[in-house]
C-alpha cells in the first residue's frame, strides 16, 4: 500500500487546493471582464452589484480589435498548422520506424535536436527569411509551425509506431493492399490516442503563441487573437483593462472547450509514445 492510497481524503484535498490555484487565474479573468475600468484596478479581486457592467466590455473589445477577424485568422492558422504538422510528421515517423537505416537515425536525432534549440537563436533570421520568401501569411505561416512543432509529433509517433505490430503491414500488403491505404487504415487508427495528444498541445502552443506570428506576418493585413489584443494598450502605458478581458475571455474559451473534449487521450497518447520511445 503505498502513501496515497494510505490517505485517500487527504490527497484529494490536496488536489483540489492545487486545481483551485490553476483555474484561480482564469476564474479571475472571468471575473474582471464584466466590470468597469476603475473597479478592475481599484478592486480586482472583488466583485459587486455596482460594478457589474454586463458585457459592454466583451463589445468594446471586440469593436476595438476586430475580434471576429482576428478569431477568423486565428482558427485558419491553428487548424492547417495542426493538420499538416500531424499529416507530415505521422508520415515521416513512419518511415523512420520502418525503414530505421543510418538516414532515417540521422533524421530522427534532427527532430530531437530542433526540440533543444532555443526559439531566440532563430527569431531574427527567420523574420528576414519570412519576408524574403513572402511566407508572411496565415498559410505561409502553416510551414513554420511545421518546422518547429515537428520535434515533439515525430519523438511521440515513432515511440507509439514502434509497438505496433509489423506484421500487420506485412499481412495488408499480401493481400495487395498499397502503401498508403496500410498507413491510413491500418496506422492511423492504432495511433488515434496519439495523434489526438498531439493535436492537443499543437494547438494549444499555436492557438496562445504570440511571438511568431508578431515577427512573420504582415500586421497590416492578418493578426491572430493574441496580436489584436495588445491594440488595447493606448498611450502613456495605460490600458483598457476591460475589453482586454472580454477579449481575453473570448479568445480562451474556444481551446478550453477543444481540451475538455480531448484531455482524455492526452495522457494514454505521450505515455504510449514515451514508453516505446
Known amino acids: 500500500m503505498n502513501e496515497k492510497t494510505k490517505h485517500p481524503a487527504l490527497?484529494?484535498?490536496l488536489f483540489t487546493l492545487i486545481s483551485l490555484l490553476w483555474i484561480f487565474p482564469?476564474?479571475?479573468?472571468?471575473?474582471?471582464?464584466?466590470?468597469?475600468k476603475v473597479d478592475i484596478a481599484s478592486n480586482p479581486f472583488t466583485f459587486s452589484s455596482k460594478s457589474f457592467v454586463g458585457m459592454s466590455n466583451y463589445v468594446l473589445g471586440s469593436n476595438r480589435t476586430d475580434f471576429p477577424m482576428s478569431f477568423l485568422w486565428t482558427i485558419v492558422v491553428t487548424v492547417g498548422s495542426v493538420i499538416l504538422i500531424l499529416l507530415c510528421t505521422s508520415m515521416c515517423a513512419w518511415w523512420i520506424v520502418r525503414v530505421n537505416n543510418w538516414a532515417a537515425k540521422l533524421l530522427y536525432v534532427l527532430f530531437l535536436f530542433n526540440m533543444i534549440v532555443p526559439f531566440q537563436m532563430v527569431m531574427y533570421t527567420l523574420a528576414y527569411i519570412t519576408n524574403a520568401l513572402k511566407l508572411n501569411t496565415p498559410w505561409g505561416l502553416w510551414i513554420i509551425y511545421l518546422g518547429f512543432g515537428a520535434g515533439l509529433a515525430v519523438f511521440i509517433f515513432t515511440g507509439v509506431i514502434k509497438g505496433i505490430p509489423q506484421e500487420l503491414e506485412e499481412s495488408a500488403m499480401i493481400d495487395g493492399a498499397s502503401v498508403p491505404r496500410i498507413f491510413f487504415q491500418i496506422i492511423v487508427p492504432i495511433m488515434r490516442p496519439a495523434i489526438i495528444s498531439v493535436s492537443i498541445l499543437q494547438a494549444m502552443w499555436i492557438w496562445n503563441d504570440f511571438l511568431l506570428p508578431f515577427l512573420t506576418l504582415d500586421l497590416n493585413k492578418y493578426k491572430t487573437i493574441s496580436i489584436a489584443v495588445q491594440y488595447l494598450k493606448g498611450g502613456y502605458g495605460s490600458v483598457e483593462m476591460g475589453a482586454m478581458m472580454g477579449c481575453l475571455v473570448m479568445a480562451i474559451v474556444p481551446i478550453i472547450i477543444f481540451y475538455l473534449i480531448c484531455q482524455k487521450y492526452i495522457i494514454k497518447g505521450v505515455m504510449s509514445g514515451a514508453v516505446k520511445g
Open 26 to 36: 482564469i476564474a479571475l479573468v472571468v471575473l474582471n471582464s464584466f466590470k468597469s
Open 11 to 13: 490527497w484529494t484535498v
